[in-house]
């Protein structure tokens, strides 16, 4: 019985306990497949010439990734979901990044209540979230009746609220850096004569990098997929990827849904495949082993 | 002896080694604040701030408010039981006027009629007659153009409406209202809030349920196989992990509908087509599989800490292989499931995009009433008391996920 290893099972394991192994197995097969195969099915359907929603029977072609990378509509809502998620990201990253130091000095007044506030904004349901800022952005000074600047169908407002909801994976990720960092390298830094900004750069930069790094991945995402947000507070010309696609399926529009869901898979494994390697060395730095 | 001295102990400036410490902790304390603040105010001023003005939407009598106020004057002494007199009628006639005037008479009997319904009719014919008249007495008219202005119950409505805060959004949002007897239920034609919450949470409660039937076995695979092969696999749970969540609906758009693959597949097997996109069904499915990522890892990284030994030991004890893994794995797991599960349904709750795009109209949750009275009715005031009681559940259930887990001790990625 040479695939008794495979099983993870010793060779004086009984039928019974063979035969529930294998169930196990089946089970786990199934709902790995159940995981991946819808993501997997959509990249075939892509590429069906026709413009039904169904597998190419037949002929194959590029049109819809023609009419995703060459069509208006779609460009110019890659164009509005870049631009927002690079200032999002931008603005995410040094807030939540500062805020995660000063947390993490040790006997940081009320830490627990500051770290609930912060991060609210993950934890409220994102259409309250969207309500709250469509009445706020339409007149953000309460001092005066009439509205002095409003944020709505703005990009400004689309990107604060977007660095609302992802400041805090980047203060949970970059905290979780620093849980055992070890404070006296800032002081053996600073008893070399390093000045606080050296000892950053030097320092403390390097490694939390990774953290850094994955939460700026983790702000960029946050934006790059959100939706209800631009839904309430943005208006056509702040369009981006999601409000496309989440119109293109009410609408039904095209298959060009697919072709785009087919790019953004590609890009899920970019991230993917980034966010492991930097875990993986976060890791070395600091001298965890596993 | 050491103790002695260093009360003593100065710095080179000759202040005591004590106090310059004290300054130094001081100001590192205030470093560690400052660096903090930008963001705290951030948070504070565009999200803390705007959630409680949207919550002050909810108890406000936006329709009312501002145009009525001659009115709830003359009503401030009003007994609640009689017919008012002279003076209410008048104050009500020049309220209307002056609304008219701004043409909001309309937004008067509008808000009157959610809570006294045949009221916008009634109010639309008093406008004209008073808008006709230059001095009183206007009791007659009233009374002559029709006899429900000698109704107490409706001088309550105008009572309660003309005053700044109302309850009437809050009980609506548990479909009550206020009736001439107190507070009541209403017409089982109109409540539908009750059930839309009861839904929210039948479908959090049956997807959270999936997720940990469908995600135990596998973060127990993931957690038990050797490294390689459970960085392979875990590839198959990270992957629709990072993919959006758009492209995951849109997925499950394409596969659930009637001329879909899985549709495909159904007739090919039994010659049948299923009716699967905008159904219930079609909701679990898509939602479990977007949320099973989030239950199952939890779950794996707490299993990844127990150590193999401990089933052996119960092995090698005499269990056999279920109650080795009922009585001493499966209670370190406990932790883990609380923690995945309750994520899961809390994030479960706040649902609108998926059940939107492939849910049917008797599977939308309480988010897509939120987006609905507030996009489509216009009616602010009853959108924020539907969020605030979203709200309310949902910071309850995060109070007890910080007890349990505490934030920051979340893993992501």
């Known amino acids: ?59 194959w072609s590029t049109r819809w990734y023609e009419d995703f990378f060459f069509n208006e509509r779609w460009t110019t809502a890659v164009k509005n979901s870049v631009i927002i998620a690079f ?87 970059v905290t ?18 390093a000045p606080p900004a050296t000892v950053f750069r030097k320092v403390i930069l390097p490694l939390i990098s990774p953290g850094v790094i994955s939460g700026a991945l983790f702000a960029f995402v946050t934006s790059w997929d959100e939706v209800v947000v631009v839904l309430f507070v943005g208006s056509s010309d702040q369009r981006t990827l999601p409000r496309q696609m989440f119109s293109g399926i009410r609408e039904m529009i095209s298959p060009t849904i697919t072709a785009a869901a087919t790019v953004l898979i590609s890009l899920a494994v970019i991230m993917l495949v980034t966010v492991e390697l930097l875990r993986r060395r976060s890791e070395r730095l600091r001298g965890i082993r596993n | 002896m050491a103790i002695a001295e260093s009360a003593h102990l100065l ?55 501002g145009r009525l106020t001659l009115t709830s004057e003359a009503l401030a002494s009003w007994d609640g039981q009689s017919v008012p007199d002279e003076a209410a009628f008048a104050a009500l ?75 009437y959004y809050w009980l609506a949002a548990v479909d009550l209202k206020q009736g001439p007897d107190g507070i009541e239920r209403v017409a089982p034609d109109q409540a ?79 010659d049948q087509r299923f009716e699967m996109i905008f159904t219930r069904f079609g909701t679990i499915v898509a939602m479990t599989h977007i949320q099973l990522p989030f239950t199952l890892l939890p779950i794996y990284s707490v299993m990844k800490t127990i150590p193999s030994s401990h089933v052996r030991a119960a092995r090698s004890l005499g269990a056999g292989p279920f109650l080795a893994f009922w009585r001493v794995y499966f209670p370190q797991t406990v932790p883990g499931i609380a923690a995945g599960c309750l994520l899961t349904f809390i994030l479960c709750l706040g649902y609108y995009i998926t059940p939107a795009l492939v849910g049917g109209p008797r599977d939308q949750m309480v988010s897509y009433y939120v987006a609905y009275y507030m996009n489509n009715l216009i009616n602010f005031g009853q959108a924020a008391a539907l969020g605030a009681v979203l ?20 893993k992501l990625g």
């Not at chain 1, 940081?108 to 993950?122: D, E, G, N, T, Y």
């Not at chain 2, 109070?399 to 934030?407: F, Q, T």
């Open chain 2, 11 to 65: 710095t080179i400036g000759g202040v005591p080694l004590k106090t310059q410490l004290a300054r130094a902790e001081r100001s590192r304390k205030l470093r560690a604040v400052a660096l903090v603040l930008p963001l705290f105010l951030f948070v504070v001023l565009t999200f803390l701030y705007p959630l409680g003005r949207m919550f002050y939407k909810s108890v406000e009598n936006e329709g009312t408010m």
């Open chain 1, 176 to 193: 979780a850096t620093l849980t055992g960092f070890d404070q006296s390298m800032i002081r053996a830094g600073a008893s070399l004569g």
């Open chain 2, 192 to 270: 539908v809030f009750v059930d839309v919450y009861g839904r929210t949470f039948w479908i959090a409660g049956l997807v959270t349920t999936l997720t940990l039937i469908l995600g135990f076995p596998v973060a127990y695979l993931l957690a038990t196989q050797p490294a390689r092969r459970a960085n392979i696999l875990m590839i198959f749970v990270m992957l629709p992990f990072w993919t959006s969540l758009l492209v995951r609906t849109t997925a499950w758009f394409v596969l659930l509908r009637t001329e879909g693959p899985l549709n495909d597949l159904a007739e090919l097997l039994v």
């Open chain 1, 87 to 173: 200032f999002t990201t931008i603005l995410a990253t040094v807030l939540g990044t500062l805020a995660a130091l000063g947390l993490s000095r040790p006997n940081f007044p009320a830490r627990a209540a500051v770290m609930a506030v912060l991060i609210s904004p993950m934890v409220v349901p994102v259409v309250i979230t969207a309500a709250a800022l469509y009445f706020f952005y339409a007149n953000p000074l309460v001092v005066t009746a009439e509205p002095v600047f409003i944020l709505n169908n703005t990009y400004v407002g689309v990107i604060l609220a977007h660095t609302l909801l992802a400041t805090p994976f980047v203060v949970i990720t």
């Open chain 2, 93 to 167: 006639a020049a309220d209307l006027k002056a609304a008219q005037e701004k043409r909001e008479a309309g937004e008067i009997a509008k808000r009157i009629n959610s809570e006294f319904s045949g009221a916008i009719s009634k109010f639309k014919g008093i406008t004209r007659k008073v808008e006709a008249m230059e001095a009183g007495p206007y009791k007659e008219v009233f009374l002559g153009a029709d006899k429900v202005w000698a109704d107490p119950a409706l001088w309550r409505v105008i009572k309660s409406a003309s005053d700044t805060y109302t309850p």
């Open chain 1, 1 to 59: 019985m040479d695939w008794l290893p495979l099983l993870g099972l010793p060779s004086y394991a009984s039928t019974q306990e063979r035969a529930w192994r294998l169930c196990f197995f089946l089970f786990c097969g199934l709902v790995l497949l159940f995981l991946i195969s819808p993501i997997l099915i959509v990249i075939p359907i892509s590429f069906n010439d026709s413009s039904f929603l169904s597998f190419p029977r037949g002929t």
């Open chain 2, 391 to 410: 709200l309310i559940i949902t910071m309850a259930l995060y109070w007890v996920y910080n007890r349990l887990v505490g934030i920051d001790n979340m």
